[in-house]
T-cell receptor, first 113, second 114 residues
Framework: KQEVTQIPAALSVPEGENLVLNCSFT??????LQWFRQDPGKGLTSLLL?????REQTSGRLNASLDKSSGRSTLYIAASQPGDSATYLC????????????FGKGTKLSVIP | GAGVSQSPSNKVTEKGKDVELRCDPI?????LYWYRQRLGQGLEFLIY????????KSGLPSDRFSAERTGESVSTLTIQRTQQEDSAVYLC????????????FGEGSRLTVL
Protein backbone atom coordinates (compact mmCIF):
# COMPACT_ATOMS: atom_id res chain seq x y z
CA LYS A 1 0.00 0.00 0.00
CA GLN A 2 1.36 3.39 -1.00
CA GLU A 3 2.30 5.73 1.82
CA VAL A 4 2.98 9.40 1.26
CA THR A 5 4.92 11.42 3.81
CA GLN A 6 5.51 15.14 3.94
CA ILE A 7 8.13 16.48 6.28
CA PRO A 8 8.17 18.92 7.98
CA ALA A 9 4.54 19.25 9.00
CA ALA A 10 5.06 23.01 9.37
CA LEU A 11 7.62 25.49 8.12
CA SER A 12 8.09 29.19 8.77
CA VAL A 13 10.35 31.35 6.61
CA PRO A 14 10.98 35.07 6.13
CA GLU A 15 9.64 36.73 3.03
CA GLY A 16 11.94 36.55 0.01
CA GLU A 17 13.55 33.27 0.92
CA ASN A 18 13.69 30.35 -1.48
CA LEU A 19 12.37 27.13 0.01
CA VAL A 20 11.85 23.44 -0.70
CA LEU A 21 8.96 21.27 0.40
CA ASN A 22 9.43 17.52 0.46
CA CYS A 23 7.21 14.59 -0.42
CA SER A 24 8.32 10.98 -0.13
CA PHE A 25 6.50 7.84 -1.16
CA THR A 26 7.06 4.15 -0.56
CA UNK A 27 6.02 2.62 -3.88
CA UNK A 28 7.94 4.09 -6.80
CA UNK A 29 5.71 2.57 -9.51
CA UNK A 30 3.51 5.64 -9.74
CA UNK A 31 1.49 7.01 -12.63
CA UNK A 32 1.65 10.68 -11.72
CA LEU A 33 2.12 13.07 -8.81
CA GLN A 34 0.28 16.29 -8.17
CA TRP A 35 1.03 19.21 -5.84
CA PHE A 36 -1.84 21.21 -4.35
CA ARG A 37 -2.17 24.15 -2.02
CA GLN A 38 -4.97 24.52 0.48
CA ASP A 39 -5.85 27.81 2.12
CA PRO A 40 -7.61 27.72 5.51
CA GLY A 41 -11.26 26.79 5.13
CA LYS A 42 -10.91 26.37 1.40
CA GLY A 43 -10.64 23.58 -1.11
CA LEU A 44 -7.50 22.46 -2.88
CA THR A 45 -5.90 24.32 -5.77
CA SER A 46 -3.83 22.30 -8.20
CA LEU A 47 -0.33 23.68 -8.65
CA LEU A 48 1.61 21.21 -10.76
CA LEU A 49 1.06 17.73 -12.20
CA UNK A 50 4.09 15.58 -13.02
CA UNK A 51 3.68 12.45 -15.11
CA UNK A 52 5.85 9.47 -14.20
CA UNK A 53 7.93 9.95 -17.35
CA UNK A 54 8.76 13.55 -16.42
CA ARG A 55 11.49 14.82 -14.12
CA GLU A 56 10.11 18.28 -13.40
CA GLN A 57 7.42 20.83 -14.07
CA THR A 58 7.55 24.58 -13.69
CA SER A 59 4.90 27.24 -13.23
CA GLY A 60 5.99 30.76 -12.41
CA ARG A 61 7.94 30.74 -9.14
CA LEU A 62 7.15 27.06 -8.57
CA ASN A 63 9.20 24.10 -9.69
CA ALA A 64 8.32 20.53 -8.87
CA SER A 65 10.72 17.66 -9.39
CA LEU A 66 10.18 13.92 -9.36
CA ASP A 67 12.71 11.19 -8.64
CA LYS A 68 10.86 7.90 -8.76
CA SER A 69 13.89 5.77 -8.00
CA SER A 70 14.36 7.43 -4.65
CA GLY A 71 10.64 7.86 -4.00
CA ARG A 72 10.84 11.62 -3.69
CA SER A 73 9.33 14.79 -5.04
CA THR A 74 10.19 18.33 -4.11
CA LEU A 75 8.33 21.59 -4.58
CA TYR A 76 10.65 24.55 -4.89
CA ILE A 77 9.22 28.01 -4.25
CA ALA A 78 11.39 30.94 -5.29
CA ALA A 79 11.31 34.34 -3.64
CA SER A 80 8.56 33.42 -1.19
CA GLN A 81 5.75 35.91 -0.47
CA PRO A 82 3.24 36.15 2.39
CA GLY A 83 0.55 35.10 -0.11
CA ASP A 84 2.30 31.75 -0.43
CA SER A 85 1.26 30.93 3.14
CA ALA A 86 -0.92 27.83 2.92
CA THR A 87 -0.80 24.08 3.39
CA TYR A 88 0.90 22.26 0.53
CA LEU A 89 -0.19 18.72 -0.26
CA CYS A 90 1.25 16.15 -2.60
CA UNK A 91 -0.88 13.36 -4.00
CA UNK A 92 -0.08 10.27 -6.00
CA UNK A 93 -2.06 8.35 -8.58
CA UNK A 94 -0.65 4.86 -8.38
CA UNK A 95 -1.59 3.41 -11.76
CA UNK A 96 -3.68 4.33 -14.76
CA UNK A 97 -6.18 1.73 -13.58
CA UNK A 98 -6.63 3.22 -10.13
CA UNK A 99 -8.93 6.10 -9.38
CA UNK A 100 -7.87 7.13 -5.91
CA UNK A 101 -5.25 9.70 -5.14
CA UNK A 102 -3.14 8.99 -2.07
CA PHE A 103 -2.47 12.22 -0.23
CA GLY A 104 0.21 13.24 2.20
CA LYS A 105 -0.87 15.15 5.28
CA GLY A 106 0.71 18.32 4.00
CA THR A 107 3.25 20.94 5.02
CA LYS A 108 1.85 24.13 6.51
CA LEU A 109 3.93 27.02 5.22
CA SER A 110 4.03 30.43 6.85
CA VAL A 111 5.89 33.23 5.08
CA ILE A 112 6.63 36.03 7.51
CA PRO A 113 6.63 39.60 6.12
CA GLY B 1 -19.31 26.98 -14.60
CA ALA B 2 -15.92 28.49 -13.92
CA GLY B 3 -15.08 26.11 -11.11
CA VAL B 4 -16.37 23.24 -9.02
CA SER B 5 -19.27 24.43 -6.91
CA GLN B 6 -20.41 22.73 -3.70
CA SER B 7 -23.41 23.34 -1.50
CA PRO B 8 -24.09 23.87 1.28
CA SER B 9 -20.79 25.35 2.36
CA ASN B 10 -21.68 24.64 5.98
CA LYS B 11 -24.17 22.23 7.45
CA VAL B 12 -24.91 21.62 11.11
CA THR B 13 -27.18 18.71 11.84
CA GLU B 14 -28.28 16.55 14.72
CA LYS B 15 -27.13 13.00 15.14
CA GLY B 16 -29.44 10.61 13.33
CA LYS B 17 -30.59 13.06 10.66
CA ASP B 18 -29.95 12.56 6.94
CA VAL B 19 -27.94 15.08 4.94
CA GLU B 20 -27.39 15.71 1.24
CA LEU B 21 -24.34 17.42 -0.16
CA ARG B 22 -24.28 18.69 -3.71
CA CYS B 23 -21.47 19.08 -6.22
CA ASP B 24 -21.55 20.89 -9.57
CA PRO B 25 -18.39 19.97 -11.48
CA ILE B 26 -16.71 22.05 -14.13
CA UNK B 27 -18.77 21.88 -17.30
CA UNK B 28 -17.57 19.10 -19.58
CA UNK B 29 -15.61 17.25 -16.89
CA UNK B 30 -16.60 13.62 -17.05
CA UNK B 31 -14.64 12.45 -14.01
CA LEU B 32 -15.94 13.39 -10.55
CA TYR B 33 -14.65 12.48 -7.10
CA TRP B 34 -15.70 12.83 -3.49
CA TYR B 35 -13.09 13.04 -0.75
CA ARG B 36 -13.44 13.56 2.99
CA GLN B 37 -11.10 15.59 5.17
CA ARG B 38 -11.39 15.15 8.90
CA LEU B 39 -9.83 17.70 11.19
CA GLY B 40 -6.07 17.22 11.34
CA GLN B 41 -6.10 14.28 8.95
CA GLY B 42 -5.32 13.68 5.31
CA LEU B 43 -7.85 13.43 2.56
CA GLU B 44 -9.75 10.17 2.31
CA PHE B 45 -11.12 8.97 -1.02
CA LEU B 46 -14.83 8.16 -0.99
CA ILE B 47 -16.07 7.54 -4.53
CA TYR B 48 -15.24 8.15 -8.19
CA UNK B 49 -17.65 8.71 -11.08
CA UNK B 50 -16.91 8.44 -14.76
CA UNK B 51 -19.98 9.90 -16.41
CA UNK B 52 -22.93 8.67 -14.37
CA UNK B 53 -21.29 5.39 -13.39
CA UNK B 54 -19.23 4.79 -10.27
CA UNK B 55 -16.49 2.28 -11.05
CA UNK B 56 -14.91 2.80 -7.63
CA LYS B 57 -17.04 3.10 -4.50
CA SER B 58 -14.47 1.45 -2.29
CA GLY B 59 -13.94 4.49 -0.08
CA LEU B 60 -17.51 4.83 1.16
CA PRO B 61 -17.12 4.10 4.88
CA SER B 62 -20.46 2.40 5.48
CA ASP B 63 -23.82 1.69 3.90
CA ARG B 64 -25.09 4.94 5.41
CA PHE B 65 -23.15 6.70 2.66
CA SER B 66 -24.34 6.80 -0.94
CA ALA B 67 -23.77 8.98 -3.96
CA GLU B 68 -25.27 9.45 -7.36
CA ARG B 69 -24.57 11.49 -10.43
CA THR B 70 -27.02 12.47 -13.12
CA GLY B 71 -26.70 13.99 -16.57
CA GLU B 72 -22.94 13.51 -16.34
CA SER B 73 -23.05 16.64 -14.24
CA VAL B 74 -24.39 17.20 -10.73
CA SER B 75 -23.55 14.72 -8.01
CA THR B 76 -25.18 14.28 -4.62
CA LEU B 77 -23.55 12.62 -1.62
CA THR B 78 -26.10 11.41 0.91
CA ILE B 79 -25.32 10.45 4.48
CA GLN B 80 -28.13 8.72 6.33
CA ARG B 81 -28.52 8.58 10.10
CA THR B 82 -25.52 10.84 10.63
CA GLN B 83 -23.06 10.11 13.42
CA GLN B 84 -20.64 12.46 15.13
CA GLU B 85 -17.70 10.77 13.41
CA ASP B 86 -19.15 11.90 10.08
CA SER B 87 -18.18 15.47 10.96
CA ALA B 88 -15.66 16.56 8.33
CA VAL B 89 -15.20 18.66 5.23
CA TYR B 90 -16.50 16.85 2.18
CA LEU B 91 -14.61 17.84 -0.94
CA CYS B 92 -15.69 17.29 -4.51
CA UNK B 93 -13.28 17.36 -7.45
CA UNK B 94 -13.59 16.95 -11.19
CA UNK B 95 -11.24 16.37 -14.07
CA UNK B 96 -11.48 16.50 -17.82
CA UNK B 97 -11.62 13.23 -19.64
CA UNK B 98 -9.99 10.35 -17.86
CA UNK B 99 -9.22 10.24 -14.19
CA UNK B 100 -5.51 10.53 -14.79
CA UNK B 101 -5.61 14.24 -15.40
CA UNK B 102 -5.35 17.28 -13.21
CA UNK B 103 -7.98 17.52 -10.49
CA UNK B 104 -9.93 20.66 -9.71
CA PHE B 105 -11.49 20.85 -6.25
CA GLY B 106 -14.44 22.72 -4.89
CA GLU B 107 -14.26 24.59 -1.59
CA GLY B 108 -15.97 21.81 0.27
CA SER B 109 -19.01 21.32 2.45
CA ARG B 110 -18.24 21.44 6.17
CA LEU B 111 -20.51 19.03 8.02
CA THR B 112 -20.89 19.21 11.78
CA VAL B 113 -22.94 16.53 13.50
CA LEU B 114 -23.99 17.45 17.03
Amino acid sequence: KQEVTQIPAALSVPEGENLVLNCSFTDSAIYNLQWFRQDPGKGLTSLLLIQSSQREQTSGRLNASLDKSSGRSTLYIAASQPGDSATYLCAILQTAGSYQLTFGKGTKLSVIP
Amino acid sequence: GAGVSQSPSNKVTEKGKDVELRCDPISGHTALYWYRQRLGQGLEFLIYFQGNSAPDKSGLPSDRFSAERTGESVSTLTIQRTQQEDSAVYLCASSHGRHTGELFFGEGSRLTVL
